[in-house]
């Protein structure tokens, strides 16, 4: 069975930096290096949002709110996902979850907490 676990995330003032991972278990190497993943959120009394996501070939994409702040990137030999968040605001204050889907089936994390004191 497909599993992901999401980490990394915790307390931190306004303009400091977190590292958000997202291992994915279950499956093989060669099929992870072709997954797209994203990273979504949700704040308190808001809808999910996608966050940044990554395909197979390495294509990104960013929410504009978080452009130029977060990055995403992966490391196929780790089965990993990594975001790096910079700059954060109280804004980012959320539920971060990670998404691989496979075959078309999503496939989520728990969530790890982010939250920015201002």
């Known amino acids: 069975q497909v599993q992901v676990v999401e980490s990394g995330g915790g307390l931190v003032q306004a303009g400091g930096s977190l590292r958000l991972s997202c291992a994915v278990s279950g499956i093989s190497g060669s099929i992870f290096r072709l997954n797209y993943v994203g990273w979504y959120r949700q704040g308190s009394g808001k809808q999910r949002e996608l966050v940044a996501s990554i395909t197979g070939g390495g294509s990104t994409n960013y929410a504009d709110s978080v452009k130029g702040r977060f990055t995403i990137s992966r490391d196929n030999a780790k089965n990993t996902v990594y975001l790096q968040m910079n700059a954060l605001k109280p804004d980012d204050t959320a539920v971060y979850f990670c998404?691989?889907?496979?075959?078309?089936?999503?496939?989520w994390g728990q969530g790890t907490q982010v939250t920015v004191a201002s």
């Open positions: 998404n691989a889907p496979v075959l078309g089936r999503n496939n």
